[in-house]
């Protein structure tokens, strides 16, 4: 079964500065994607960025990217310049190609921002 | 347009009653998923559903727990005698599509506390 492990319970970072949100997987699959999630107070889950394992090269979204190392099963999401409003859960899920869409997520970090 | 809703935002249940928790999906969209999140934890996955057809029921917890979807549109989440490890928020997404990179759109959540 796959397993998707966050690490980090609780992350801070100061205002415009960077964070790194560190996740691992494991899978024997080769065909997959990766999601980072946030979710603020408000509970309403927001995708922040995907990553297609077939594609080598890392998605960026704007302040958002990702560092995706296949053989390590590793996938960390790094925020850039961060802002008060990036404060909230942050969870990293993963998703079988031929599952039919289901998410398997992640135990969640939580990042604080000082201002 | 609008997105995924749910109702009630907030349930309180006696040990022991029925519960009925609706989710409508972003019109149009074929997938539809309910996740259960315990308090501090990451969703889980209950079940799916493409249109009206509940293609994958692997997560729900027991038989006290059902899902429909009879039209296709609306869903419904019923838990039968509720226990006090069912409090959670019963989060629902849905995709226009199964599988690929089509994104999961979520609602804010139904929080079920049974007392």
């Known amino acids: 079964a796959q397993t998707v492990t966050q690490s980090q319970p609780e992350m801070s970072v100061q205002e415009a500065e960077t964070v790194t949100l560190s996740c691992t997987y494991d899978?024997?699959?080769?065909?997959?994607?990766l999601f980072w999630y946030k979710q603020p107070p408000s509970r309403q889950m927001i995708l922040v960025i995907r990553?297609?394992?077939?594609?080598?090269q890392n998605a960026t979204e704007n302040r958002f990217s990702v560092n995706f190392q296949k053989a390590a099963k590793s996938f960390s999401l790094k925020i850039s310049d961060s802002q008060l409003g990036d404060a909230a859960m942050y969870f990293c899920?993963?998703?079988?190609?031929?599952?039919?869409?289901?998410?398997?997520f992640g135990q969640g970090t939580e990042l604080s921002v000082k201002p | 347009g609008a997105g995924v809703s749910q109702s009630p935002r907030y349930k309180v249940a006696k040990r022991g009653q029925d519960v009925a928790l609706r989710c409508d999906p972003i019109?149009?969209?074929?997938?539809l998923f309910w996740y259960q999140q315990a308090l501090g934890q990451g969703p889980e996955f209950l079940t799916y559903?493409?249109?009206?057809?509940?293609?994958?029921k692997s997560g729900l917890p027991s038989d006290r727990f059902f899902a429909e979807r009879p039209e296709g549109s609306v869903s419904t989440l019923k838990i039968q005698r509720t226990q006090q490890e069912d409090s959670a928020v019963y989060l629902c997404?849905?995709?226009?599509?199964?599988?690929?990179?089509?994104?999961?759109?979520f609602g804010p959540g139904t929080r079920l506390t049974v007392t």
């Open positions: 997404a849905s995709s226009r599509r199964q599988g690929k990179a089509y994104e999961q759109y």
């Open positions: 899978t024997s699959e080769s065909d997959y994607y």
């Open positions: 990553q297609e394992a077939y594609k080598q």
């Open positions: 899920a993963y998703r079988r190609d031929n599952q039919g869409g289901k998410l398997i």
């Open positions: 019109s149009g969209h074929v997938s």
């Open positions: 559903f493409q249109n009206e057809a509940q293609l994958d």
